[in-house]
């Protein structure tokens, strides 16, 4: 079954440490691979995304993650936590399908970041 | 350039009523996804419409369906309200072009069922 998991409900993290928030991923074909953060009221904003090539993935506010297919894993990282990235994270695999269109995107539970002072 | 945008952003309804709720995509984007997302949950993915077609269709029952109209808007319905139901209902649009792809979300709807 295509599934995703993200091991940590919640971390918290002091202001100008490193992060990194795990994601795996069960998907039967080769997977596109996304990380949306949302913060309280809001939707849902792109990170970054892995279709294919390199596996490091740079993303905006300074969030990369690595794609590593033996572990199927594509975890988040950020060497510098800001306060404002409080927030939940959400991990997500997708196929390109019906005409390109990501269609069907399965979200993980998400992990929720504080960041302490 | 106004990006997703939902209505209503909150609702309450009681058991067994029907719900409708709106989404006008980004300007230039033609194609409307549908997602639920229950409390300390992911979205969860119930359909996607493309030219005025369900193209798409998650794991969601009948209850649950869709409109696309010829300016891109789309609407979800639900009858028969459950509890369970009460989510958060979330809309994307994107457009495919040579670039590739990018999905925008609205703020969402907040749907209670009493």
């Known amino acids: 079954a295509q599934s995703v998991t993200q091991p940590d409900i919640h971390i918290t993290v002091s202001e100008g440490a490193s992060l990194e928030l795990r994601c795996n991923y069960s998907?039967?074909?080769?997977?596109?691979l996304f990380w949306y953060v949302q913060s309280p009221g809001q939707g849902l904003q792109l990170l970054l995304k892995?279709?294919?090539?390199?596996?490091l993935v740079q993303g905006i506010k300074g969030f990369e993650a690595e794609f590593k297919r033996s572990q199927s894993s594509f975890n988040l990282r950020k060497p510098s936590v800001h306060w404002s990235d409080a927030a939940e994270y959400f991990c997500?695999?997708?196929?390109?399908?019906?005409?390109?269109?990501?269609?069907?995107?399965?979200f993980g539970k998400g992990t929720k970041l504080s960041v302490k002072p | 350039d106004a990006g997703v945008t939902q209505s209503p952003t909150h609702l309450i309804k009681t058991r067994g009523q029907q719900v409708t709720l709106r989404c006008s995509p980004k300007?230039?984007?033609?194609?409307v996804s549908w997602y639920q997302q229950a409390l300390g949950q992911g979205p969860q993915f119930i359909f996607q419409?493309?030219?005025?077609?369900?193209?798409q269709r998650g794991n969601f029952p009948d209850r649950f369906s869709g409109h696309q109209f010829p300016n891109y808007s789309s609407e979800l319905n639900v009858n028969a309200l459950l509890l369970g139901d009460s989510a958060l209902y979330l809309c994307?649009?994107?457009?495919?072009?040579?670039?590739?792809?990018?999905?925008?979300f609205g703020s969402g709807t907040q749907l209670s069922v009493l």
């Open positions: 997500a695999v997708g196929a390109r399908n019906y005409g390109g269109s990501q269609g069907n995107l399965i």
């Open positions: 892995y279709f294919s090539g390199d596996t």
């Open positions: 419409y493309y030219e005025e077609e369900e193209r």
């Open positions: 994307a649009s994107s457009f495919v072009g040579p670039w590739g792809e990018k999905l925008f």
């Open positions: 998907y039967g074909a080769t997977p596109y």
């Open positions: 300007s230039g984007h033609d194609t």
